[in-house]
């Protein structure tokens, strides 16, 4: 191992400790970011980081803001501001995956890949964060009614703004540390912003929504005020952390195709 891959790597093991630390992450999500970072690492290097980066600390330091306006949150999502293993798999793996890719099978059509994929769960980060804590009564796009701010699956003006802030702010500092054309940054930035709305729409057709048999809250827990809640739509082992998923590697999917056959 040479010298810059020895820093790297006390880079990345510094990161994900000091993310541990801050409580931005659980024990679990320390060691899933620190597999992440390497395999970002590995295909490209320290931009790749500095990219996985951005969006790790700015949706860390949005889910930590006014937590206690949001914490009722808690009694609807199945998972906390403390991101565990799964959280971060469903937000990084594919990022992890394509930098694996990167490595073994090196072509320029890996960094707009990868760019997509990190700018779609920034897009969808901001989105949820910002538009929950300044967003008014979100609008369900299953039925077009008002809903719980933070309900899956529903949209503000104000998350929509912050989503294309979001892919904004990752399709830039792309441009800037890989040196991508205009036409390529325009590309990465709509598929970016376009995961954020196959996101809510995964969110609101087909993850797993539950009401509670106790207090009968809507909510994305299996199991509520102790006892297992009743499936009212979606799939019951679709949950948030799959919709993220999904909602990332399409686009990144089109961007692939589109960089390796139409450009």
């Given at each position: 191992?040479?010298?810059?891959?020895?820093?790297?790597?006390?880079?990345?093991?510094?990161?994900?400790?000091?993310?541990?630390?801050?409580?931005?992450?659980?024990?679990?999500?320390?060691?899933?970011?620190?597999?992440?970072?390497?395999?970002?690492?590995?295909?490209?290097?320290?931009?790749?980081?500095?990219?996985?980066?951005?969006?790790?600390?700015?949706?860390?330091?949005?889910?930590?803001?006014?937590?206690?306006?949001k914490a009722y949150l808690k009694e609807i999502h199945a998972k906390g501001s403390e991101r565990d293993w799964t959280q971060v798999?469903?937000?990084?793996?594919?990022?992890?995956?394509?930098?694996?890719?990167?490595?073994?099978?090196?072509?320029?059509?890996?960094?707009?890949?990868?760019?997509?994929?990190?700018?779609?769960?920034?897009?969808?980060?901001?989105?949820?964060?910002?538009?929950?804590?300044?967003?008014?009564?979100?609008?369900?796009?299953?039925?077009?009614?008002?809903?719980?701010?933070?309900?899956?699956?529903?949209?503000?003006?104000?998350?929509?703004?912050?989503?294309?802030?979001?892919?904004?702010?990752?399709?830039?500092?792309?441009?800037?540390?890989?040196?991508?054309?205009?036409?390529?940054?325009?590309?990465?930035?709509?598929?970016?912003?376009?995961?954020?709305?196959i996101d809510t729409w995964l969110g609101a057709f087909v993850q797993g929504s539950f009401k509670c048999r106790v207090c009968s809250?809507?909510?994305?827990?299996?199991?509520?005020?102790?006892?297992?809640?009743?499936?009212?739509?979606?799939?019951?082992?679709?949950?948030?952390?799959?919709v993220n998923f999904l909602s990332s590697v399409i686009p990144a999917a089109i961007a692939h195709f589109i960089f390796l056959n139409?450009?």
């Open positions: 191992m040479g010298l810059s891959e020895t820093l790297l790597l006390i880079f990345i093991l510094f990161s994900a400790t000091l993310g541990f630390f801050v409580k931005f992450l659980n024990f679990s999500g320390m060691v899933a970011s620190i597999a992440v970072g390497t395999g970002v690492a590995l295909g490209f290097g320290i931009k790749g980081l500095i990219l996985l980066g951005i969006f790790f600390v700015s949706s860390s330091l949005l889910s930590k803001f006014k937590q206690k306006k798999v469903a937000n990084g793996g594919a990022a992890a995956g394509v930098g694996f890719l990167a490595f073994f099978y090196p072509d320029q059509v890996w960094v707009p890949v990868i760019a997509v994929l990190i700018s779609s769960v920034n897009a969808d980060t901001w989105a949820s964060e910002i538009g929950t804590m300044v967003g008014k009564a979100p609008i369900s796009v299953r039925n077009f009614k008002k809903v719980e701010a933070g309900t899956s699956g529903a949209v503000t003006v104000e998350g929509t703004l912050a989503a294309a802030a979001g892919s904004l702010a990752v399709t830039v500092a792309a441009g800037v540390l890989f040196v991508l054309a205009p036409t390529h940054l325009l590309i990465i930035f709509f598929l970016g912003f376009t995961g954020c709305f809250l809507n909510t994305e827990r299996a199991i509520h005020c102790s006892q297992p809640t009743r499936l009212i739509s979606g799939r019951k082992w679709i949950n948030n952390d799959m139409v450009l």
